[in-house]
């Protein structure tokens, strides 16, 4: 197999990296993936920076064992506070979520006012600030930890009134501030894209970082020649599912991330990485 025929890993503390996943299915339908759910040990996002840093390593260890030719950081809060020390030793290019996230921000912006919203441990690495300011000092970025969206992503509580009401409690800070922009920067938020949009009204363009990755990941893989169809053969890509846990919750919550029912989902120890 050479190494442009070898698949794309994708991992993530557990279900919600699977909305990078879908944009990585759309765009480079081709690719075979292989995604990795850390369900057993997820959410991460409250979680130290030294038991996030050996997650990730050992995240990545299990994908490159799998032989993957390129791998996504789907998950903001290992991209935000553990990633940067992990991925000088790896074999492969990792990216994460955040730069992507960022840039887009930068360029969509035009008040200059940024808002990040993510988990406590996102939010407190202040990590897309650093990135923001370091490709341009003069932007005003204002960041806020939202915990309670992971859960109610999860739980389907996509059109609800509560889910409503804990966003206009949330984000009122983030309204008074009056930025135009506004980071979505963990992996659930994209499913409370709608409530958060009206919440923030019609002035305030939403960032999917999410999906910003998924674009430049495939603009990386074209561009060092990796991409497993280059000349637009039709091939269907295979899709594989792992997790550290029992499958059962993935699945049943998979659906809703993805957009379609996941199949074959295998269990594996984690720990052994
Ligand atoms: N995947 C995490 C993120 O994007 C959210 C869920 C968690 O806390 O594990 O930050």
Do not use: W
């Not at 057993?40 to 990545?60: A, H």
């Not at 309670?148 to 984000?171: S, W």
């Not at 135009?180 to 409530?195: E, Q």
């Not at 603009?219 to 990796?226: C, I, M, P, V």
Request: net charge negative; aromatic share 6%.
């Amino acid at each position: 197999m050479t190494q442009s025929e070898q698949p794309i890993g994708i991992f993530d503390s557990g279900v919600g990296g699977l909305t990078v996943a879908r944009e990585i299915f759309k765009i480079l339908p081709s690719e075979d993936v292989i995604y990795f759910g850390d369900v057993g040990r997820s959410p991460y996002g409250g979680r130290s920076k030294e038991i996030l840093t050996q997650f990730t390593r050992q995240d990545i260890a299990f994908l490159l064992e799998q032989k993957v030719k390129f791998i996504i950081c789907a998950c903001n809060t290992a991209s935000a506070v553990a990633l940067d020390d992990v991925i000088g030793s790896t074999p492969v290019k990792v990216v994460g979520v955040l730069e992507p996230g960022a840039r887009a921000a930068m360029e969509r912006t035009k008040s200059g006012r940024i808002g990040i919203i993510g988990t406590h441990a996102t939010i407190n690495s202040n990590a897309y600030a650093r990135i923001i300011h370091e490709m341009d000092p003069k932007l005003k970025v204002f960041s806020l930890a939202c915990p309670l969206f992971v859960p109610l992503a999860e739980e389907g509580y996509i059109d609800k009134e509560a889910t409503r009401l804990i966003a206009t409690d949330y984000l009122r800070t983030m309204r008074e501030v009056e930025i135009d922009t506004l980071v979505l920067g963990c992996t659930h938020y994209p499913l409370l894209r709608h409530i958060i949009a009206d919440v923030m009204g019609d002035g305030v363009t939403l960032i999917d970082s999410g999906a910003e990755t998924a674009a430049v990941a495939a603009r990386l893989l074209a561009d060092e020649n990796l991409l497993s169809a280059p000349n637009g053969r039709n091939r269907k890509g295979d899709h594989s599912f792992y997790v550290s846990d029992v499958p059962e919750k993935f699945s049943q919550v998979a659906g809703r991330f993805l957009g379609q029912v996941v199949e074959r989902i295998t269990r594996i120890d984690i720990t052994r990485y």
